[in-house]
């Protein structure tokens, strides 16, 4: 029962966290020009005043219905029209509105114009007209400047030299460690050096990975060849005559010819030499190659 309950808790604060995030609340008056004398076009190739709004949400947030106005007694000035898929914002995103007094060239093009030549006063409703989600009075500002927040969603606005329409109000143009590192190595000398000691320290780490692995391999394939000939014993154990010295090989197997009744010395400091019957080293013989000896056919 409590389980139940705990979820159930849960899943109502889900929906009045997403409800929230949805709302309209969630949108911002992010930058405004009113002056637009060789700045951003409409589609219909108008230079006119334009209107950025934010949705400062994680989540995409639907405007249409709701009111934008510029004057303070007139909060139904004009209504951003339903039907239009391109009224919904997505999370962090913008739309920008026309105040061209151009209402028939669509839905962002509102019934007022701003005055370049005084301030301008900008408010956002919802839907009811009633409830205010954000408002503004931008000031005279000069030819192509925009008023609005310097990091988008932000209530600190201020005159923007460079306007951002439909576009972050903040870009980075620059990296601080990338200038850092260009500063202290101008001539990329210790670039070079970085990049070739990564190289090498991966050629490093790859064969100590594939020798460990080849030596995995040769333990497991031993171990298997000892289990089907039915070998018991560990692996060390079968590897001991691989880790025993040649020369200690060679002492055992001259005691055990001697212990056979090979050929020895008989005295001290004299070596027994047996002369052999071939004129020709045996070794490199090529007979000694062969299967079988050849016949000589008569």
Not at 154 to 164: A, N, Y
Request: net charge neutral; with cysteine.
């Amino acid at each position: 029962m409590i389980k139940k309950i705990i979820g159930g808790a849960l899943l109502a604060f889900g929906l009045i966290v997403g409800a929230h995030a949805q709302s309209t609340s969630s949108l911002r008056i992010n930058e405004v020009l009113t002056n637009n004398v060789s700045n951003y076009m409409d589609p219909f190739g108008n230079r006119g005043a334009w209107i950025e709004i934010y949705n400062n949400s994680a989540a995409t947030v639907q405007m249409a219905g709701c009111y934008i106005t510029n004057e303070k007694n007139n909060p139904k000035k004009y209504m951003i029209s339903k039907g239009d898929l391109r009224t919904q914002i997505g999370p962090r995103q913008v739309v920008l509105l026309w105040a061209d007094a151009l209402p028939h060239h669509g839905t962002f093009h509102t019934n007022f114009e701003l005055n370049p030549d005084k301030e301008n006063y900008i408010a956002l409703y919802d839907a009811s007209g009633k409830n205010l989600i954000d408002e503004i009075t931008v000031p005279v500002l000069d030819p192509d400047q925009s008023f609005g927040a310097p990091q988008d969603g932000s209530r600190d606005l201020k005159v923007l030299p460079h306007p951002t329409p439909e576009a972050s109000n903040f870009v980075i143009n620059n990296n601080p460690k990338v200038e850092n590192f260009a500063e202290h190595d101008p001539d990329g000398v210790g670039m070079a050096l970085t990049a070739m000691s990564v190289v090498f320290l991966a050629l490093i780490a790859l064969y100590v990975v594939f020798r460990i692995i080849g030596k995995i391999s040769v333990r497991l394939s031993t171990r298997r060849a000892m289990k089907a000939q039915g070998i018991s014993g560990k692996v060390k154990d079968a590897q001991v005559e691989n880790e025993i010295p040649g020369a200690v090989l060679a002492a055992i197997a001259m005691a055990l010819n001697e212990h056979q009744g090979g050929d020895h010395d008989y005295e001290d400091t004299v070596l027994t030499i047996h002369r052999v019957a071939r004129n020709y080293s045996p070794w490199s013989s090529k007979i000694y190659g062969l299967r079988e000896t050849p016949h000589l056919k008569k």
